[in-house]
């Protein structure tokens, strides 16, 4: 499997759905997938989230096969949490732009140079990476777990130097940041914002804090994911500029069907903000993944343990914040 999915031919009058449900029932598996997977693929999962809800859920699954639509270090995330039961990610390609940009022997050499600072990283980040953190954190609760670190003590914050600079202003922590980025939320043009915002007087603008600092000034809100589709259900506003990935809209579409929704424009000559790395996943390779059970996330014992800590110390302030 030299390409990190199956390229098997599948008969074009296999109803997908139909098997995908078959499979799951069969083999006592979970279908978990993120906001950002392809419309199709979100109707068909068990349970849809961002990182911090995929994370909680892959911990408390009773299913024997964790089927993971999204990107490499969430379905590692699973097997971290899960070290008994199969992970499997339809293409093991589908990986993240912002992980990558902290590489683990950069990464340690950073550390050491801050030796009485702890690290809180966030869950965009590979399995190596967490193993040289003290606690992880997502969008979603970043800001309560910052603020539950004692005052005097000195924190590197890494991968994300955006989400890291927003979290710094929310909280007043001085904190090294580590210069990492998304290449989707790095993306969105301020310009084109700003005349969208001209022609669509009444929409509201949401960002995702992964967004560069001059866009996040724009935005009348802020959050996580489930944070943004929250503020869109929960919103008098009818209308909505969304600066983040656009497979969440599909979700804002079905929970707010009277609502509009725009998707902000990069600054690229598309008009889309599609992450290409949870685009790769598609409903043809996650039959294919779920019939043969295959490709599957291997992980060496030692450096699931370490990476598992900081998850665990996650999920612990998490309950103790009710989030």
Wanted: charged share 25%; hydrophobic share 40%; with cysteine.
């Amino acid at each position: 499997m030299k390409a990190g999915f199956l390229d098997i031919e599948i008969d074009p009058t296999l109803d997908l759905f139909h098997e995908i449900e078959r499979l799951k029932k069969e083999k006592n598996a979970i279908l978990l997938a993120h906001y950002y997977q392809e419309p199709d693929i979100q109707d068909v999962a068990d349970y849809i989230g961002d990182s911090l809800g995929l994370a909680q859920k892959a911990q408390n699954t009773d299913a024997d096969i964790i089927v993971f639509a999204g990107v490499h270090f969430m379905a590692e995330t699973a097997k971290i949490l899960n070290p008994n039961k199969k992970v499997l990610l339809p293409d093991l390609n589908a990986g993240c732009s912002l992980a990558d940009s902290a590489p683990a022997d950069q990464f340690r050499k950073f550390k050491e140079k801050h030796p009485d600072h702890i690290v809180i990283s966030y869950i965009n980040c590979t399995a190596d990476i967490k193993a040289l953190s003290d606690i992880i954190v997502t969008s979603s609760n970043a800001e309560k777990i910052v603020e539950s670190v004692p005052p005097d003590q000195k924190i590197i914050f890494a991968p994300d130097k955006n989400l890291g600079a927003y979290l710094v202003k929310k909280t007043g922590r001085d904190m090294v940041l580590w210069n990492g980025a998304c290449m989707v939320h790095e993306i969105f043009s301020l310009e084109k914002i700003t005349k969208l915002k001209t022609r669509h007087p009444n929409a509201k603008f949401i960002a995702h804090p992964e967004c560069e600092e001059p866009v996040l000034r724009l935005a009348d809100y802020i959050g996580s994911t489930t944070g943004l589709l929250k503020y869109t259900q929960q919103s008098d506003a009818t209308e909505f500029i969304v600066a983040t990935e656009t497979g969440i809209l599909h979700q804002m579409q079905k929970a707010s069907p009277n609502k509009t929704f725009i998707p902000a424009p990069p600054n690229n000559s598309c008009a889309c903000n599609d992450c290409p790395h949870m685009k790769l996943n598609t409903l043809e390779k996650l039959y294919l993944c779920m019939e043969y059970e295959t490709p599957e996330i291997q992980m060496e014992e030692e450096l699931r343990k370490a990476a598992r800590k900081p998850i665990d110390r996650m999920l612990e302030i998490s309950a103790r914040y009710g989030l």
